[in-house]
């Protein structure tokens, strides 16, 4: 999976709490990208950073913030989760500027809210 | 809006035989194009691209066609077998240094024994 690892891989928290994603890199790449997967919509961008401490909202970001403070970490926060946030999240890293800019993803992190 | 989509959300394809699945995209100014096949419980995984300056690109048992006219992209697949059924989306990088990535709906592909 290109180097990439989501931590945790399974989550169950409660309606409202506070929950953190962590995606962690060792391919040194400069993008990285939080998506999310839901039957129906196929994967949704949330949240994108190009840089440390460089970030930009996806298609779906309201509920949502990240933060990148090292190249090969990139957190996801859900600051007080609602159950429309019950899904699979993946991240991703891409390397524009390369000869090949295809993302490489994660293998997900199924977070339910109850 | 711009949006990237396809054509048939299920397939079904007999063993040994060849699979096409199409995608449509919206955005003309899209210059670079992906193919997905992500399988249950695991994430995306990178099958073949295509930039906009292509018509056809062959890659091993997969190849993929972009008709920059009508704005459809399609993925071919040779010889199936068991291990091809899966999902499988397209996706834009956008154009213009835009990298962010759009995906279609995803189609799933059963090879029928």
């Known amino acids: 999976d290109a180097g990439i690892t989501q931590s945790p891989r399974h989550k169950v928290t409660e309606t409202g709490t506070p929950v953190t994603l962590r995606c962690h890199q060792t391919?040194?790449?400069?993008?990285m990208y939080w998506y999310r997967q839901d039957p129906g919509h196929g994967l949704r961008l949330i949240h994108y950073?190009?840089?440390?401490?460089?970030?930009d909202k996806g298609e779906v970001s309201d509920g949502y913030s990240v933060s990148r403070s090292k190249t090969e970490d990139f957190l996801l926060t859900l600051e007080s989760a609602t159950s429309s946030q019950t899904s699979v999240y993946f991240c991703?890293?891409?390397?524009?500027?390369?000869?090949?800019?295809?993302?490489?993803f994660g293998q997900g992190t199924r977070l339910t809210v109850v | 809006g711009e949006s990237v989509g396809l054509h048939l959300p299920t397939l079904s394809v007999q063993e040994g035989d060849n699979s096409i699945i199409n995608c449509a995209y919206s955005?003309?100014?899209?210059?670079?194009f992906i193919w997905y096949k992500q399988e249950s419980g695991k994430g995306p995984q990178f099958i073949i691209d295509?930039?906009?300056?292509?018509d056809k690109r062959q890659g091993q048992r997969v190849t993929v066609l972009l008709n920059k006219t009508v704005k459809h992209l399609s993925l071919q697949i040779a010889a199936t077998q068991p291990g091809d059924s899966a999902v499988y989306f397209c996706?834009?990088?956008?154009?213009?240094?835009?990298?962010?990535?759009?995906f279609g709906t995803g189609t799933r592909l059963t090879i029928i024994p």
């Open positions: 295509i930039r906009s300056n292509m």
């Open positions: 950073s190009y840089g440390v401490k460089d970030t």
């Open positions: 391919e040194n790449h400069r993008y």
């Open positions: 996706a834009e990088n956008g154009a213009f240094g835009n990298e962010k990535l759009t």
């Open positions: 955005n003309s100014a899209s210059d670079y």
């Open positions: 991703a890293i891409s390397d524009p500027g390369q000869v090949n800019t295809e993302a490489f």
